[in-house]
């Protein structure tokens, strides 16, 4: 198992044990204590009186499969807000959430620009081995993730927020992203500036204080252009670890 799966692994299992802890323990005596102080928990305030939330986010990401060479950095802002009252469904009891996010700051570390090995048309018409340029490098752009589906989930905790989330997004680079490929004629074939993210994740409230917490998430993201350029060779599957702060009101 590579490093980056094992670091991937090792967060999913502590994301897990948490929203099985905060399911199962009983609450602390100073929490009850404070609960007894104040009606409401800082999860319950935020749950019951429907809150807008709100923050700055960085996040950082890899590639996986062929494109783990593919290092991610991104940072923006998040919005979101309940809509439904707490549904009780077992396990999966829990609320929906509707929100979405821009990231100003995208960027992409891919190998430098290089010159590797084809199969291309000799004169005759044989196949010859030749090598030919392969762009690269670090590419920059903007993100907006208009949709955010997320359902958080009904614990006994005052602090902790478990959800897991479907989203899908807009990339736009300014240059053609992933670099552009060659085909074995040697034809340069462009992909796109315009991509879209698909995506799905997990994560975890965990409030510092009443209106206030640190987020974690961990998110398996798709990136394709959708052929919209020549090629779509896209980034099938990508693992991108986000931190933010959540301000609730």
Not at 83 to 101: D, T
Not at 145 to 154: D, K, Y
């Amino acid at each position: 198992m590579t490093p980056t799966a094992k670091s991937v692994l090792f967060t999913l299992v502590v994301l897990m044990m948490v929203t099985t802890a905060a399911r199962a323990l009983p609450l602390d005596s100073d929490a009850a204590a404070n609960i007894d102080s104040h009606p409401l928990s800082p999860v319950e305030t935020a749950r019951q009186n429907k809150s807008w939330e709100y923050g700055p986010f960085v996040n950082w990401g890899t590639g996986v499969g062929d494109r783990s060479d593919f290092k991610f950095f991104w940072a923006g802002f998040q919005l979101g807000k309940p809509l439904s009252p707490v549904v009780h469904a077992g396990i999966l009891s829990g609320q929906f959430e509707l929100g979405g996010n821009i990231m100003p700051l995208w960027q992409a570390y891919t190998p430098a620009p290089h010159q590797q090995e084809y199969v291309c048309a000799g004169p005759s018409g044989q196949p010859v081995s030749c090598l030919l340029p392969v762009g690269g490098g670090t590419f920059r752009g903007v993100s907006l993730t208009p949709v955010i589906l997320r359902w958080n989930f009904l614990t006994r905790s005052p602090r902790i927020q478990p959800w897991f989330q479907g989203a899908g997004g807009l990339i736009y680079t300014t240059h053609k992203f992933p670099p552009n490929l060659l085909s074995f004629d040697g034809i340069n074939g462009g992909t796109s500036v315009w991509n879209f993210s698909p995506q799905g994740g997990i994560g975890v409230h965990y409030f510092t204080r009443a209106r206030q917490s640190i987020d974690l998430g961990v998110n398996a993201v798709h990136i394709s252009s959708a052929s919209l350029g020549d090629r779509n060779p896209g980034v099938n599957a990508s693992i991108q670890v986000q931190m933010g702060y959540t301000f609730w009101r």
